[in-house]
């Protein structure tokens, strides 16, 4: 377990170590802005970490993590939508040319969501209402696997939230836009945390490795 002073410890060790190591890398990076050329939506899950998935520098992807890595539809009102913020930003101000939305296996998001949280537990404010956007995505699972155990409804459900969320995307107008005109790319991609293995779920079928 990780303890506080073990953070402040590693912070400390950090800044003499690998912050000077990278200063010019931060010297450029406060000096010029950041200028990543990836977006990516993944998921809160301590385990799943993109920085260290894909060995990133500081700059290069502009990091959004939520419960279950999840892109809500365009709505646009007055409500706090922090991850269609984070796109806004990264899309509109930053003009990223690729933006990744990173499932993952074991999520305890989508289990949730298969299990049904949808605001009636007391301990449960915001992740039923959170998870609701993918509900139809998680009955349409559930029909067509009327025999499948519970695993092997997840594992399903993980690459079906990917693809929803890819096709969420093309909801918010000025994504829709750019990637129109072949200047932005979507990713649907999955982290397999047995395994260690990358995966490019597509639009249907079966996913397609690519590491490993
Ligand atoms: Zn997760």
Redesign the pocket.
Known sequence: MTTIDDLISRARAFRSTSFVQKQPLYDQLVRDGQAPKILMIA???SR?DPSVIFDAEPGQIFMVRN???LVPPSSPDEGCHGTSAALEFGVRALGVEHVVVLG?GH????DALLDGTKGDDPTSEFIGPWLSCATGVCDQVVEDMPQASHAERARRLEYETVRMSVRNLMTFQWIAERVSKGDLSLHGWHFDIAEGVLSDVGESGDPVRISG
């Open positions: 998921c809160s899950d799943v419960v279950a890595s993952h999520c305890g998001g989508i």
